[in-house]
């Protein structure tokens, strides 16, 4: 066996990529975790710890480059020289994003979830450019660098030149770190959010501690800078000082969304239309089958309209196509939509406000939990339940036992499923595939230059008796 102690260096070929985004190699047998390793590369690694079932590595040279790897040129230079840890695939070619990803979930859902390649309809994928990001998380420390954090740091590289964020927000990035420098030293995060256009720039500062008060006079006497809407907030998100609008309005699939700069909303600029007609499609194309099985369809409608509800609806990203679904159908469809964050909430308030107004449906925005409100649900009675339709795009942390409880309570006719994270969509399928059945399996390259994909997955529910 190899020498495979902490510090002693070895030379492994990659052989594919796994959930989590780290390269997969074997030495003398023992499995061998490479971050930055891409398939087809040879490259020299560090041992950093090891066990006699897993090593994780340290890559130090790219011996032999494999298909799926940008040539060092092209790359970002603070990515290339390790400085800057904003994305963690920078050297995979963007061509390669779709056997990449497709293979990291379909390798999640097989080991996870016990979802076999027979189990599962064709993959689709919907792939993107660079310089795709809306909304950004960038850090600020007392020297008064602005950017991201280096590699497994605390570390703030200063952002200078990025493949993520997007043009328009690099053009301002010199004004924005002169503005905030001249409020004095301070330590925090500014969340950032533009128009698809980069017209518009909201900013959002919170503070990690001490020097609120005084940073906030300098806010009120400065104004807004670079910003065309600025505010100052403390560790516990109490506004301190704010100067312009503090929402902005996306178009996307021919809607308007009012965001608010604290907002969670989808972040990848290209995609927007495209991930809203992927879930139209997908809806569109299960109410069609339902509404031609004629028998069964007309039952249930004698007893009451069909009733969506999405789950973790924000400012209402997914509640929209449901309500253009709801506007072809005949009769009364009820439409719920959930959210608990007070920002996303009252965004998503205004916008079913405006939607109704203007010819949609009318929905009702709940604030509360998904795991409340599927509490609140009383089971069915009949073999139809409830809820026809239920949307869920959870956090990272992917559905809870609550949830996945109360989905199985009430057993809706199809669920659909948003996730950023294949492991704990795999989880979750893992205990849901009990009575659904996947029909639709869509991938969405929303975070390019990264390990992270977006899922969409449509379930029917198993008919069984």
């Not at 189990?119 to 993107?128: K, N």
């Not at 330590?187 to 919170?206: K, N, P, Q, S």
């Amino acid at each position: 066996m190899a020498d495979v102690r902490p510090a002693r260096r070895a030379e492994v070929r990659i052989e594919r990529v796994v959930p989590g985004g780290d390269g997969l190699a074997r030495l003398s047998g023992v499995v061998v975790l490479v971050p930055g390793g891409l398939p087809g590369d040879r490259v020299r690694m560090r041992v950093i710890e090891a066990s006699d079932r897993l090593v994780r590595g340290a890559l130090e040279e790219v011996l032999s480059p494999g298909e799926a790897r940008r040539p060092d040129a092209e790359m970002c230079p603070r990515a290339r020289d390790g400085s800057c840890g904003g994305c963690d695939w920078p050297a995979a070619r963007l061509d390669h994003h779709r056997d990449l990803k497709t293979a990291l979930v379909l390798d999640a859902l097989r080991r996870l979830a016990g979802l076999r390649a027979e189990d599962l309809p064709e993959t689709r994928w919907l792939g993107s450019a660079r310089n795709y990001r809306l909304r950004n998380r960038l850090h600020l420390d007392r020297e008064g660098r602005l950017g991201f954090f280096a590699p497994r740091s605390n570390v703030v590289a200063n952002l200078e030149t990025c493949e993520i964020v997007s043009k328009a927000l690099l053009a301002r990035l010199p004004a924005i770190r002169d503005f905030l420098r001249g409020l004095g030293p301070m330590e925090g995060e500014l969340g950032t959010l533009e128009d698809r256009e980069g017209r518009t720039l909201l900013g959002e500062l919170r503070l990690e501690k001490g020097d609120g008060l005084q940073i906030s006079l300098k806010v009120r006497e400065r104004g807004k800078g670079p910003f065309d809407g600025f505010r100052i907030v403390d560790a516990g998100g109490r506004v301190l000082a704010a100067d312009g609008p503090t929402s902005l309005s996306i178009v996307a699939g021919g809607a308007s969304f009012d965001v608010s700069v604290s907002s969670f909303f989808q972040g990848n600029l290209y995609l927007l239309d495209a991930f809203l007609e992927e879930i139209w499609t997908a809806l569109r194309a299960v109410l069609g089958r339902e509404e031609g099985n004629g028998a069964r369809a007309s039952r249930a409608s004698s007893r009451r309209g069909p009733r969506f509800v999405d789950l973790y609806a924000g400012v209402g990203f997914l509640t929209r196509p449901l309500l253009e679904l709801a506007a072809d159908k005949s009769g009364v469809v009820d439409i719920t939509s959930v959210e608990i964050d007070p920002s996303s909430f009252s965004s998503l308030s205004k916008n079913l406000s405006l939607w109704s107004s203007s010819g949609l449906p009318f929905g009702r925005a709940v604030r509360t939990s998904a795991e409340s409100f599927l509490h609140s649900q009383k089971s069915p009675s009949s073999p139809d339940s409830p809820i026809d339709i239920v949307v869920a795009d959870p956090p990272r942390a992917g559905l809870s036992p609550a949830v996945r409880a109360g989905i199985l309570r009430l057993l809706p006719r199809r669920l659909l499923m948003v996730s950023c994270d294949p492991p704990t969509l795999a989880r979750d399928l893992s205990v849901l595939k009990s009575r659904y059945t996947v029909e639709r399996l869509t991938l969405l390259d929303l975070f390019p230059q990264t390990h992270h994909v977006e899922t969409v997955v449509l379930l029917g529910r198993r008919e069984v008796g």
